[in-house]
Protein backbone atom coordinates (compact mmCIF):
# COMPACT_ATOMS: atom_id res chain seq x y z
CA UNK A 1 0.00 0.00 0.00
CA UNK A 2 1.45 3.41 -1.06
CA UNK A 3 0.94 6.69 1.49
CA UNK A 4 1.05 9.97 0.27
CA UNK A 5 2.47 12.72 1.40
CA UNK A 6 2.20 16.28 1.27
CA UNK A 7 5.12 18.55 1.91
CA UNK A 8 5.17 22.52 2.34
CA UNK A 9 8.35 24.51 2.33
CA UNK A 10 6.82 28.12 3.22
CA UNK A 11 4.32 29.05 0.19
CA UNK A 12 4.98 25.84 -1.55
CA UNK A 13 3.69 22.35 -1.51
CA UNK A 14 4.24 18.99 -3.17
CA UNK A 15 2.60 15.72 -3.22
CA UNK A 16 4.88 12.66 -3.31
CA UNK A 17 4.29 8.58 -2.79
CA UNK A 18 6.15 6.35 -0.46
CA UNK A 19 6.36 2.81 -0.07
CA UNK A 20 4.26 1.82 3.77
CA UNK A 21 6.88 1.55 6.48
CA UNK A 22 9.68 4.02 4.92
CA UNK A 23 11.79 6.75 6.21
CA UNK A 24 10.15 10.39 5.90
CA UNK A 25 14.10 11.36 5.90
CA UNK A 26 14.84 8.78 3.00
CA UNK A 27 11.54 9.51 1.47
CA UNK A 28 12.51 13.02 1.24
CA UNK A 29 15.82 13.02 0.07
CA UNK A 30 14.85 10.76 -3.01
CA UNK A 31 12.45 12.93 -3.72
CA UNK A 32 15.01 16.32 -3.96
CA UNK A 33 13.72 17.52 -0.95
CA UNK A 34 16.30 17.12 1.80
CA UNK A 35 15.04 17.78 5.32
CA UNK A 36 18.87 18.14 6.68
CA UNK A 37 20.57 21.71 7.79
CA UNK A 38 24.04 22.23 7.76
CA UNK A 39 26.51 19.04 9.00
CA UNK A 40 24.22 15.71 9.64
CA UNK A 41 24.33 12.39 11.15
CA UNK A 42 23.04 10.64 8.06
CA UNK A 43 20.03 9.19 9.64
CA UNK A 44 21.64 8.29 13.14
CA UNK A 45 18.92 10.33 15.00
CA UNK A 46 21.83 11.82 17.18
CA UNK A 47 22.01 15.55 15.34
CA UNK A 48 18.04 16.56 15.49
CA UNK A 49 18.96 18.77 11.82
CA UNK A 50 16.31 16.69 9.98
CA UNK A 51 13.33 18.53 12.42
CA UNK A 52 10.22 18.90 10.25
CA UNK A 53 6.65 19.43 11.63
CA UNK A 54 3.82 16.83 11.47
CA UNK A 55 0.48 18.37 11.07
CA UNK A 56 -1.66 16.26 12.83
CA UNK A 57 -5.31 16.78 14.59
CA UNK A 58 -5.10 18.77 17.25
CA UNK A 59 -1.75 20.83 15.82
CA UNK A 60 1.86 20.44 14.60
CA UNK A 61 4.83 18.64 16.29
CA UNK A 62 8.26 18.92 15.93
CA UNK A 63 9.73 15.47 15.03
CA UNK A 64 12.97 13.92 13.91
CA UNK A 65 12.38 12.86 9.44
CA UNK A 66 15.04 9.89 10.16
CA UNK A 67 12.77 8.72 13.21
CA UNK A 68 9.51 8.91 11.17
CA UNK A 69 8.12 5.73 9.70
CA UNK A 70 5.48 6.38 7.02
CA UNK A 71 2.03 4.25 8.18
CA UNK A 72 -0.18 6.38 6.93
CA UNK A 73 -1.07 9.13 5.27
CA UNK A 74 1.36 12.30 6.34
CA UNK A 75 1.23 16.66 5.91
CA UNK A 76 4.83 17.64 7.01
CA UNK A 77 5.70 21.02 6.97
CA UNK A 78 9.93 21.76 6.21
CA UNK A 79 11.40 23.83 8.68
CA UNK A 80 14.48 26.32 6.85
Do not use: D
Not at 17 to 29: K, M, P, S
Not at 35 to 45: D, E, T, V, Y
Amino acid sequence: MEIQLTVRLGAVMSKMNCARGATLRNVLIENGQSPNRGIHCSGLGICGTCLVEVVEEGGRQRKRACQIRCFRNLEIILLS
